[in-house]
């Protein structure tokens, strides 16, 4: 288990800048250990953080839609940090414009595959390797889709589909601890 000064260890996707960084970014400051995964493994945000924020976080590269990649991502993080994980922030997403009718049936199921079925990965192995026993808390970042997403009509499939994935694990978990929002 972790001392008095080390809270666990957080998992955050699509770590390497804007909104992914800025979580790592709060989480280290604020005692977790955080294994910051990204596509490249490069962290130029986080990298320009204090010497005493860098000490909390390590990277590892990790494509989310490629599942052979994130049992191994989540592997690697369970060594190096050497401490629970307690918590889980899915901000990994990409999507490209083009209206839905233009869509490939290829092109549809990469970006639900990298929105959707990566965080799908990830949130089962947090749970099935730490959280169904210990608890934790998953938090998954999805977009404004209230309204339709023209233009994005594939991502902003795999973000209801997040959206509802999360209100389902919430139910199914809450027995073992286990916060999802």
Not at 114 to 140: C, Q
Not at 148 to 163: I, N
Not at 167 to 181: F, Q, Y
Request: with cysteine.
């Amino acid at each position: 288990m972790a001392n008095k000064n080390q809270k666990g260890c957080v998992i955050v996707t699509g770590a390497s800048r804007g909104i992914g960084a800025a979580i790592s970014l709060e989480l280290a400051r604020a005692g977790y250990t955080v294994g910051c995964l990204s596509r490249s493994g490069d962290m130029p945000q986080i990298e320009d953080a204090t010497d005493a924020d860098r000490a909390q976080w390590f990277s590892v590269k990790c494509d989310v839609s490629r599942p052979e990649q994130l049992k191994a991502a989540f592997a690697d993080v369970q060594q190096r940090s050497k401490q629970p994980i307690v918590g889980l922030v899915n901000n990994a997403g990409g999507q490209y414009r083009t209206a839905m009718s233009t869509i490939s049936t290829k092109g549809f199921e990469a970006v639900v595959r990298n929105n959707l079925t990566g965080g799908f990965i990830f949130m089962r192995e947090a749970y099935n390797r730490w959280m169904k026993d210990h608890g934790g808390a998953i938090v998954n970042i999805i977009a404004d889709i209230w309204h339709g997403w023209p233009d994005l009509a594939h991502s902003g499939a795999a973000r209801g589909g997040m959206h509802t994935l999360s209100e389902t694990a919430a139910c199914e978990w809450a027995a073992d601890g286990v916060r999802v929002n």
